[in-house]
């Protein structure tokens, strides 16, 4: 079934580690997103992808670094983690020229840093 | 069940004239609204949200919008539009802080010069 995955679902790391949140989508979209998302509030794009090999920055001013070496995957790292990321983090997905109709989000990651 | 609507799919305007994006909105309880803007080949980018407080709130951008409770509306406005606004701007809602929004269908602005 064409989807989008992301895993983990939950994490708790300790300040200072490398971590990358994984996204994996199924239905061959050519864009994808990483969102920032505090509890009930907005979203904030931090990064996003035309494509393989074609990353660019959000609005939100991030420590985060993605790839996109294939177009289904487009994982997020963190090189050192920090209490200020504590957040959720929603991948998403579309198809070209679409709003956010379009887009099919996952379930997100709930990482605390503690 | 909450819902927002976008009433206009599309708003022209004159560089420098002003401009307003509606938005109504229907939720059971205290209404969360966000506007987001989507410029060609980017992501949702935020602009604003009502939570509580003073009825304008001020954005980016120079965007700011108006919460009327009594007409349930969330109208986006700038005084003076730049031809570089031109973009598909969404309006959402969410009842409180739990549970996903529900997004409009969207109001493409063109800004001529």
């Known amino acids: 079934e064409a989807d989008i995955y992301q895993t983990p679902r939950y994490l708790v790391i300790g300040t200072g580690k490398k971590i990358t949140l994984e996204c994996s989508q199924t239905?061959?979209?050519?864009?994808m997103y990483w969102y920032q998302q505090d509890p009930g509030m907005e979203l904030h794009l931090i990064h996003y992808?035309?494509?393989?090999?074609?990353?660019e920055k959000g609005d939100l001013s991030s420590e985060s670094t993605v790839s996109r070496i294939r177009t289904e995957h487009f994982p997020l790292t963190l090189e050192s983690a920090r209490p200020s990321h504590t957040s959720q983090y929603l991948c998403?997905?579309?198809?070209?020229?679409?709003?956010?109709?379009?887009?099919?989000f996952g379930s997100g990651t709930r990482l605390t840093v503690v | 069940a909450q819902s927002v609507a976008q009433p206009e799919d599309q708003v022209n305007v004159a560089e420098g004239n002003p401009l307003t994006v509606k938005c109504t909105y229907s939720?059971?309880?205290?209404?969360?609204l966000f506007w987001y803007v989507q410029y060609p080949n980017r992501g949702l980018q935020f602009l604003l949200k009502?939570?509580?407080?003073?009825?304008l709130v001020k954005g980016s951008y120079g965007f700011e919008a108006e919460f009327n409770k009594s007409q349930t509306s969330f109208h986006l406005k700038k005084p003076s539009a730049l031809v570089s606004d031109s973009a598909l701007y969404f309006c959402?809602?969410?009842?409180?802080?739990?549970?996903?929004?529900?997004f409009g269908d969207g109001t493409t602005l063109t800004v001529k010069p």
């Open positions: 998403a997905s579309s198809e070209l020229g679409m709003g956010v109709h379009g887009y099919t």
């Open positions: 239905m061959g979209h050519d864009k």
């Open positions: 992808s035309y494509g393989v090999n074609s990353t």
């Open positions: 939720v059971s309880g205290n209404p969360y």
């Open positions: 009502y939570i509580t407080g003073d009825n």
């Open positions: 959402a809602v969410r009842e409180g802080n739990a549970g996903k929004s529900t």
